[in-house]
């Protein structure tokens, strides 16, 4: 795609499931690739493995929980390429599917801190650049759950409708500032996160999917590569169901 030749893509918790497919698809398009993962070891065998198939990539260990290390993936980031056009704020967790009544502290506090704290950090740190060359897309991966809520899965809706809301926020920010911020809804993947949830808890949320099967990665794959091009150059603060017909708003 001639559009993405010469960009620069971070792609968070993309060691694996959906941010391994989106790290692919954006290599296809030309685009540099930086494996941002909590994993070293696996961030620079996925890098290893984009290169090996002819492309630009980049493995980074990096919490984004955590301000110095998302600060640290970006700085590596402009050090190895020179600019950053485009972030996908993948990583996440599920959690435990139980009822709010056995939520712990730890429980909340590390949702909010993986999944939307970690959306904050990195929006912020990639911001810099992106303003200063006056261009770039940022994909912040939510979930149905954000907008629908999935029962004994409060903390998990609650970060989600929280990106949700942060994405629609920031995009009407930066409208006008050549940077463009947008949000997928997938509903139930088929990633090695399910093996986080009771297969009660899967069924339950397969069950009110009308295309009545899970979603692939490279399926969601496919819609963070069209926002996260200039194909979508009037797409902003929006937040686009992967839901097999879930949501129907």
């Keep these: 795609m001639a559009d993405t030749q010469k960009k620069v893509a971070i792609v968070t918790g993309a060691a694996r499931g959906i941010g391994r497919s989106t790290a692919e698809r954006l290599a296809q398009e030309g685009m540099a690739v930086v494996i941002a993962d909590l994993n070293a070891e696996a961030a620079d065998r996925a890098a290893q493995e984009l290169r090996d198939a002819g492309h630009q990539a980049m493995g980074v260990q990096a919490d984004v929980a955590q301000r110095a290390s998302?600060?640290?993936?970006?700085?590596r980031t402009l050090s190895e390429f020179g600019r950053l056009d485009v972030l996908v704020n993948n990583a996440g967790i599920a959690g435990r599917a139980v009822p709010l009544t056995e939520v712990t502290d730890d429980d909340w506090e590390q949702m909010m801190a993986i999944d939307l704290r970690s959306v904050y950090l990195c929006c912020q740190a990639a911001?810099?650049?992106?303003l200063q060359q006056g261009s770039g897309s940022i994909v912040n991966v939510a979930s149905i759950a954000g907008k629908e809520g999935n029962p004994n899965?409060?903390?998990?809706?609650?970060?989600?409708?929280?990106v949700i809301?942060?994405?629609k926020a920031?995009?009407?920010?930066?409208?006008q500032q050549g940077v463009r911020v947008n949000a997928i809804a997938p509903a139930v993947i088929g990633t090695e996160i399910l093996l986080q949830l009771t297969p009660e808890q899967v069924n339950y949320m397969t069950s009110k999917i009308p295309m009545a099967r899970l979603g692939k990665p490279e399926e969601v794959a496919e819609v963070i590569a069209f926002l996260a091009s200039d194909?979508?150059?009037?797409v902003t603060a929006q937040c686009y169901d992967v839901s097999g017909g879930r949501a129907t708003y």
């Excluded at 998302?70 to 700085?75: F, N, T």
């Excluded at 911001?127 to 992106?130: A, E, K, Q």
């Excluded at 899965?153 to 929280?162: L, Q, W």
């Excluded at 920031?170 to 409208?175: I, P, S, T």
């Design 231 to 234: 194909r979508s150059s009037f």
């Design 153 to 162: 899965m409060v903390p998990y809706s609650t970060a989600k409708a929280g």
């Design 127 to 130: 911001l810099r650049p992106m």
């Design 170 to 175: 920031l995009g009407k920010e930066v409208a």
């Design 70 to 75: 998302v600060e640290a993936m970006v700085e």
């Design 165 to 167: 809301g942060l994405t």
